[in-house]
């Protein structure tokens, strides 16, 4: 049976990529902004992180193309890294604001 490409499955791939400063995947975290896809499964992404300074850059960069990359029958991949709009807390699921609330 053949594997059916779609942004769901993207994202599936994208809850397993973990930002290391917080150990949390990059999309509670809000850092995904769209998901484009073509019909020959080539995907866009556009996506920030919380800083511009993020140590962890081309580590998360690095889990985006293993995870997507290891997808059956997935066409290219594109990364667009933007800062406009500029990552906040309010971008991150309500649930994980409450969390790291309780925490800190």
């Known amino acids: 049976m053949k ?14 990529c973990i930002d290391p400063e917080l150990n949390i995947n990059i999309v509670d975290i809000g850092l995904i ?13 556009e996506m920030t992180m919380t800083s511009p300074m993020c ?4 580590m998360i960069l690095s889990q985006i193309q293993d995870k997507i990359e290891s ?5 290219k991949l594109r990364v667009n ?7 906040n807390p309010d971008m991150m699921k309500k649930e994980l604001k409450f969390k790291l609330n309780k925490i800190v």
């Open 55 to 58: 140590p962890a850059i081309s």
């Open 81 to 87: 890294l933007v800062w406009d709009p500029l990552w």
């Open 71 to 75: 997808i059956k029958g997935i066409g």
């Open 3 to 16: 594997q059916i490409i779609n942004k769901q499955l993207i994202l599936k791939a994208l809850y397993q």
């Open 33 to 45: 902004y769209s998901i484009k896809m073509d019909k020959k499964n080539n995907v866009e992404l």
